[in-house]
């Protein structure tokens, strides 16, 4: 009788994960994807100063996360993984289908199952991208929501700035452009690019002062194009938006929606590289593989289908990876948070 390893071979399962393509997130532009073949990296950060980063190590322990060190709860929320069950129905189905088209047909469903276990570990180092390049800072929190371990990036204070009271940008009488004009001031590089929310960039371009400096009034409606080149005229960033979001559900089972990149701040940065998310060889390669070349012939995101108990029987679908994004950058860009 064929098994479950007959229909989807760990090559085969490989093979998928490396040929499969995702939609971009913004984090693949600004943080371009490598592998390391070591679970211990060192990341330096422009100016050969050594970002605060948790380290890979140690993934032989299987206690609970709660009663954890500091640094072994750090090691552990970097191995990112999720899984799926297989029900015995389903497994029943497969291994013994009624026809060619139904055993395609099933096969294909857990071929979708790993699209969205994938998607999900995605997006996972997604958030964590977003959160360092807005904040410098990163929570790694298990699944139930606990923080387990800050982590920060060491952005210089002097690039940070959180306006309140009549200065936030919701106000009519906010000065818009000396602020981003003073951030630019203090940074050390030119700033080129900006990212923000959609609902910052529009109290952008309907402020007063703002359109006041484009047309020489206040009553034109400005364009992504006139704004654009106003920016540059100035020797300012031009603007872009980020607004994708992702789901999350709860041990409850409330979903619920929230955005990768947060809606009430801004960074600015220039055209250079700004880190990487770094992906590490998960336990389940080390075990699987060994050698330099045969780790480099796998994804970023390890999937396979394993069995762990006969009554009932248990059989699962599970994606997972070793990931943190780097910063290299962190002493080249401005984080300002605009709105309280």
Same mark, same amino acid.
């Given at each position: ?10 090559? /085969? ?12 997130? %913004? !984090? ?14 060192? *990341? ?12 890979? =190590?140690?993934?032989?322990? +299987?206690?609970?996360? @709660? ?13 990112? $993984?999720?899984?799926?069950?297989? $029900? ?9 289908? %009624? ?29 964590? =991208? ?5 904040? @410098?800072?990163?929570?790694?929190? /298990? ?5 387990? *371990? ?22 009519? /009488?906010?000065? *818009? ?20 929310? %959609?609902?910052? #960039? ?6 007063? &002062?703002?359109?006041?400096?484009? #047309? !020489?009034?206040?009553? %034109? =409606? ?12 100035? @020797? ?6 980020? /607004?994708? &979001? ?7 089972? $409330? ?7 947060? +809606? ?37 995101? #390890? ?14 679908? $599970? ?22």
């Amino acid at each position: 009788m064929a098994q479950i390893s007959d229909l989807f071979t760990q090559h /085969d399962l490989i093979d998928y994960t490396l040929n499969r393509q995702y939609p971009d997130m %913004r !984090g693949d532009e600004l943080f371009p994807a490598i592998k390391v073949n070591s679970l211990t990296i060192d *990341i330096l950060k422009r100016q050969n100063r050594i970002p605060v980063i948790a380290s890979y =190590a140690a993934f032989d322990s +299987e206690a609970e996360i @709660g009663s954890r060190s500091a640094e072994g709860a750090a090691i552990e929320l970097a191995l990112i $993984k999720r899984k799926m069950q297989i $029900k015995e129905q389903d497994l029943y189905a497969m291994l013994n289908p %009624r026809s060619a088209a139904e055993a395609s047909y099933l096969k294909q469903h857990v071929y979708n199952d790993f699209d969205v276990l994938n998607q999900g570990v995605l997006a996972r180092l997604e958030k964590t =991208a977003m959160d360092v390049l807005a904040t @410098g800072k990163t929570e790694l929190t /298990d699944e139930s929501g606990k923080v387990v *371990i800050n982590l920060d990036y060491q952005v210089p204070t002097e690039h940070q700035e959180a306006l309140t009271g009549a200065a936030t940008w919701d106000n009519a /009488d906010a000065d *818009i452009l000396k602020n981003i004009t003073d951030w630019c001031d203090k940074m050390d590089i030119t700033p080129t690019r900006a990212l923000t929310s %959609r609902k910052i #960039y529009r109290l952008i371009t309907t402020n007063a &002062k703002v359109l006041q400096a484009v #047309y !020489g009034n206040s009553t %034109r =409606a400005l364009g992504q194009a006139d704004f654009d080149t106003f920016m540059q005229a100035q @020797g300012l960033p031009i603007f872009r938006t980020y /607004d994708q &979001k992702y789901t999350q559900v709860g041990k409850d089972g $409330k979903i619920t929606k929230s955005r990768y990149f947060p +809606e009430n701040r801004l960074v600015l940065m220039n055209d250079d590289p700004i880190g990487n998310k770094v992906f590490g060889p998960t336990p389940e390669e080390l075990a699987q593989f060994s050698g330099t070349a045969q780790i480099n012939s796998v994804g970023n995101v #390890y999937d396979m289908i394993y069995t762990n108990s006969m009554d009932p029987i248990g059989t699962w679908e $599970k994606a997972s990876a070793v990931a943190l994004p780097s910063f290299a950058a962190a002493d080249e860009v401005f984080q300002a948070q605009v709105l309280v």
